[in-house]
């Protein structure tokens, strides 16, 4: 917009020694590409937490926790930065998974896939985790399910259910519950914790009903002088949800930041600039917002980084 305004920004990026997370956040500014977009990322979530009235999503998809991304998305959702967030029940799954001790763990790329298979590892591009894990997740779901109420749930309710008996600190689960951050999963069945679900309630009256989310979710947000705001990490169902449900009660949203690595020309939600979202009129008009192709690996932990030592800055500015 300034280029087409006929004026110049001549600022250069710079790096200097011990410098803060956030003072290089701010030096990305002086960047271009994802470099810019990250500092815009930035800016955007710091509105929509000094907006008091803003509801804030965080969506996630993708290999995340196998990824490292378990601790970050714990200290955000303790923070008190989100109110929603939006998974995918492989997310949730890999979280229960570390929470019942067995852990991901790191290697190379470049190995043979069926010496793993004799030895019962599985591989996601350079992490790895042994399949004992989902047999202690089993062991774990089907002793915590008589606990449940044996009723019908939307996904939110399971999941919050669940939380309570979820004695890691560092599951997302756990923080969720502990922060009263509802999570909303509407691709719940696509995953071992779904099966899991569902094998239980062949011989009992609990069950996950996905259809459940939309009411819940509009109980959640459908309140008159709200804003909204919405990060995305990666793609798929949890992407799309939010701006969806948007769309079908007549809101949009505010503030959007999506960082994904997925490409847009094949016309699929993933990849899709979210800009377009304003065409559908999931986007305010005059909503923010920031499409960064860029790892989220590489992106989320310093966008993080910085919103910790906002909140903390903010902190120590209202103590005085």
């Known amino acids: 917009m300034e280029a087409e305004k006929g004026s110049r920004q001549e600022k250069r990026m710079d790096i200097s020694e011990g410098m803060s997370v956030e003072d290089l956040t701010r030096q990305f500014s002086g960047a271009g590409y994802a470099g810019k977009r990250m500092a815009e990322a930035v800016e955007i979530y710091k509105k929509m937490i000094d907006d008091p009235n803003c509801i804030k999503f965080v969506s996630a998809a993708g290999a995340l926790i196998a990824g490292g991304m378990r601790n970050v998305f714990v200290k955000l959702i303790r923070s008190g930065a989100v109110d929603a967030m939006l998974l995918t029940g492989a997310i949730l799954t890999h979280d229960l998974i570390e929470a019942g001790g067995v852990k991901h763990f790191q290697g190379s790329n470049k190995v043979d896939d069926i010496e793993l298979n004799k030895k019962d590892v599985f591989r996601m591009y350079d992490v790895f985790l042994d399949k004992k894990g989902f047999a202690v997740l089993e062991d774990r779901i089907q002793e915590i399910l008589p606990k449940f109420p044996q009723e019908e749930m939307s996904p939110r309710k399971f999941l919050s259910e669940l939380g309570k008996y979820i004695d890691d600190e560092n599951s997302i689960i756990k923080a969720c519950y502990d922060m009263n951050v509802p999570i909303f ?3 719940i069945t696509d995953s071992m914790l779904g099966f899991q679900v569902w094998m239980y309630s062949q011989r009992n009256e609990l069950k996950i009903n996905s259809q459940l989310d939309i009411g819940d979710f509009f109980d959640f947000s459908w309140k008159d002088g ?6 995305i990490l990666g793609g798929g169902v949890p992407k799309h949800f939010v701006p969806g449900m948007m769309q079908a009660s007549g809101n949009s949203l505010d503030y959007i930041i999506q960082i994904t690595m997925d490409r847009p020309e094949h016309g699929g939600v993933s990849g899709m600039q979210i ?11 005059r ?10 690996t590489l992106a989320f932990p310093i966008l993080v980084a910085n919103v910790l030592d906002y909140l903390k800055n903010k902190g120590q500015e209202a103590k005085k």
Not at 226 to 231: D, H, I, P, Q
């Open 226 to 231: 709200k804003t909204f705001g919405m990060l």
């Open 185 to 187: 999963c509407s691709s």
């Open 287 to 296: 909503g923010l917002v920031c499409d960064m192709r860029c790892d989220v």
């Open 275 to 285: 800009i377009e979202a304003k065409s559908w009129g999931k986007v305010s008009h």
